[in-house]
Every structure is written in structure tokens, then in C-alpha cells.
T-cell receptor, first 118, second 115 residues
């Protein structure tokens, strides 16, 4: 099946620093990648959708200047949390679509990145 | 509007009991897909099943079974003879054909299976 990886799996940083999270599709070309955020005991909330070579589309309430998304190739998307603060501590999950089937009927999820901001 | 409701926040059962997790959805798309995912404590989502809106056949996979009823907009998930390893958070999700690939997740149901 299609495999998606994320790096790092966990990160601890100081308040005010920036953190980059990578999402890679290992065995397929992902035309679309999605970034989700999950707070403890809550559901996954979509943050943004990115298509290769285009600007990301952010969901309402997500600060695009704080959460920078780059989808430079068909196998890599990055999420940079700029000037991170403790309230940004969360579990970030990416998913990729456009593999065997279009993203409108299947997506493949990465294992997630746990961000802790001190 | 697209919406998924999992009314059961937490369920606790004893091993070998059967348990049903409810999922009700709302969508205006005539073509859509429904999913169930399992999220163990490690956090990684585990894909369980995908169903499209034109296939109302129930499905069974080992101890897992799914009941899809368009008339009630429900897609319920039953675990037969539950095991401790089934303990996890289970999410139901909806993907509408015209929604640009946006998966809408329910709130999740935390299942605890005690020995």
C-alpha cells in the first residue's frame, strides 16, 4: 500500500523558535497533501490543503503566516510552525492523496509529529 | 454542510463483549465516501474501511463488521468478541466528492476493553 512518512516523529522546542515538519510519500506521487492538527482528546482538524507547485489553501481560523506550508515536489510537503508558542503544542498529521486513486476518495496518513513547545 | 457525529465519547466493555460504535453523517453530495480509522495510543491512524455512497452492502472482516444505511445516514461499526488490543480511539470520517479531498472527522469514540 501507499506509505507516508513524517519527520520528526516528535520535537520539543523553546517558545519563539520555528519548527519544520516534513511529510513524504515514499512510494507514490502525491498531487495533494493535507495537514491536520489534533489536540489531546480531540478530533483531527484540517489546517490546510496543498497541491504541488501551488500555494496552500488554509482553513478558516488557521494563520497562514504562522503555519507555512510548502509542497515543492510530488513527494514532499513541509509545515513550518513559525515563532512557536505553548498553545501550538499539538499532534500534527499529514495525509497524501492522488496515488492510485484521486484524493477525493482516498488519502494515506503519516504517523504524526508530536510538537511540544516549552 | 458536511458533518459527522459520533455521539458516544467513551465506551467501556469487558473482554469478549460485542460493542457497536455509532456514526451519523450529513452531506449534500450524492457521491461520497465513508471511513473508519483506529487511533491507538501511539497516535498513528490505522485505516479500517472505506465505503462509497453507492454500495450499501454490509461488510464483515474478521471480528469487525460495518452497517451502512443511507436511509438513516448512518455507518455503524461493530466489534464482535472484543479484545484488550481493540482499546483505542475510533474515528468515523466523511469525504464528499465535491469537497476537494477534505476529510471530515467525527469527534471520535474512545473504546476501553478491560480484561
Amino acid at each position: 500500500g501507499a506509505v507516508v512518512s513524517q519527520h520528526p516523529s516528535w520535537v520539543i522546542c523553546k517558545s519563539g523558535t520555528s519548527v519544520k515538519i516534513e511529510c513524504r510519500s515514499l512510494d507514490f506521487q502525491a498531487t495533494t497533501m493535507f495537514w491536520y492538527r489534533q489536540f489531546p482528546k480531540q478530533s483531527l482538524m484540517l489546517m490546510a490543503t496543498s497541491n504541488e507547485g501551488s500555494k496552500a489553501t488554509y482553513e478558516q481560523g488557521v494563520e497562514k503566516d504562522k503555519f507555512l506550508i510548502n509542497h515543492a515536489s510530488l513527494t514532499l510537503s513541509t509545515l513550518t510552525v513559525t515563532s512557536a508558542h505553548p498553545e501550538d503544542s499539538s499532534f500534527y498529521i499529514c495525509s497524501a492523496g492522488g496515488a492510485v486513486t484521486p484524493s477525493y476518495n482516498e488519502q494515506f496518513f503519516g504517523p504524526g509529529t508530536r510538537l511540544t513547545v516549552l | 454542510a458536511q458533518k459527522v457525529t459520533q455521539a458516544q465519547t467513551e465506551i467501556s466493555v469487558v473482554e469478549k463483549e460485542d460493542v457497536t460504535l455509532d456514526c451519523v453523517y450529513e452531506t449534500r453530495d450524492t457521491t461520497y465516501y465513508l471511513f473508519w480509522y483506529k487511533q491507538p495510543p501511539s497516535g498513528e491512524l490505522v485505516f479500517l474501511i472505506r465505503r462509497n455512497s453507492f454500495d450499501e452492502q454490509n461488510e464483515i472482516s474478521g471480528r469487525y463488521s460495518w452497517n451502512f444505511q443511507k436511509s438513516t445516514s448512518s455507518f455503524n461499526f461493530t466489534i464482535t468478541a472484543s479484545q484488550v488490543v481493540d482499546s483505542a480511539v475510533y474515528f468515523c470520517a466523511l469525504l464528499g466528492y465535491n469537497q476537494g479531498g477534505k476529510l471530515i472527522f467525527g469527534q471520535g469514540t474512545e473504546l476501553s476493553v478491560k480484561p
